[in-house]
T-cell receptor, first 114, second 114 residues
Framework: GDSVTQMEGPVTLSEEAFLTINCTYTATGYPSLFWYVQYPGEGLQLLLK?????DKGSNKGFEATYRKETTSFHLEKGSVQVSDSAVYFC?????????????FGGGTRLMVKP | NAGVTQTPKFQVLKTGQSMTLQCAQDMNHEYMSWYRQDPGMGLRLIHYSVGAGITDQGEVPNGYNVSRSTTEDFPLRLLSAAPSQTSVYFC?????????????FGQGTRLTVV
């Protein structure tokens, strides 16, 4: 079945450091790929998405590129801020899945220190 | 806009008790779903619905029931609570559009079964 694997955390960085959170997936066909973010005490919210190979999703300084050849969708940010501290989830919506249901990775907690 | 509203936010149950987690959305979304979030396992799909009167099982449906009598509401029922159901529960909704359609999440219900 479909699955998403992302690096375990926590990831601890100093402010203005470069961030990479790795995400790889297994799915048949051509899934849509997402990064969701969960701030403390809140639900998940969409950070960015990509629909097809070589698409780049971007938002709030975060970027991720849909790499079909390596089945990856790594999240990057050039300079993190304390306000980026959150849990990040990589997810996919597979071809033909009823209701566009999402398959999630395990989540990566990011902690940014001043 | 309220978006997706879940109640209660916190709940403690004794083993064997039953309860209903409420979920309501005001965006006229066709698709609704319930996930549980456990440490290191991301979010796993419990049940979902593609419209009023239509529900189906997700990855981890055992011990849970759902119904969808209206577009707005999608309650999740625990029939006889077990400690293994201690988790954070999220309700989500989305349009019945393409696979890259954004899902909107509630703030979650933290359930502890003792």
């Amino acid at each position: 079945g479909d699955s998403v694997t992302q690096m375990e955390g926590p990831v601890t960085l100093s402010e203005e450091a470069f961030l990479t959170i790795n995400c790889t997936y297994t799915a048949t066909g051509y899934p849509s790929l997402f990064w969701y973010v969960q701030y403390p005490g809140e639900g998940l919210q969409l950070l960015l998405k990509a629909t097809k190979a070589d698409d780049k999703g971007s938002n709030k300084g975060f970027e991720a590129t849909y790499r079909k050849e390596t089945t990856s969708f790594h999240l990057e940010k050039g300079s993190v801020q304390v306000s980026d501290s959150a849990v990040y989830f990589c997810a996919l919506s597979a071809t033909g899945v009823a209701g566009n249901m999402l398959t999630f990775g395990g989540g990566t907690r990011l902690m940014v220190k001043p | 806009n309220a978006g997706v509203t879940q109640t209660p936010k916190f709940q403690v149950l004794k083993t064997g008790q039953s309860m209903t987690l409420q979920c309501a959305q005001d965006m006229n979304h066709e698709y609704m779903s319930w996930y549980r979030q456990d440490p290191g396992m991301g979010l796993r799909l419990i049940h979902y619905s593609v419209g009023a009167g239509i529900t189906d099982q997700g990855e981890v449906p055992n011990g849970y029931n759902v119904s969808r009598s209206t577009t707005e509401d999608f309650p999740l029922r625990l029939l006889s609570a077990a400690p293994s159901q201690t988790s954070v529960y999220f309700c989500a909704s989305s349009y019945s559009g393409p696979r890259n359609t954004e899902a909107f999440f509630g703030q979650g219900t933290r359930l502890t079964v003792v």
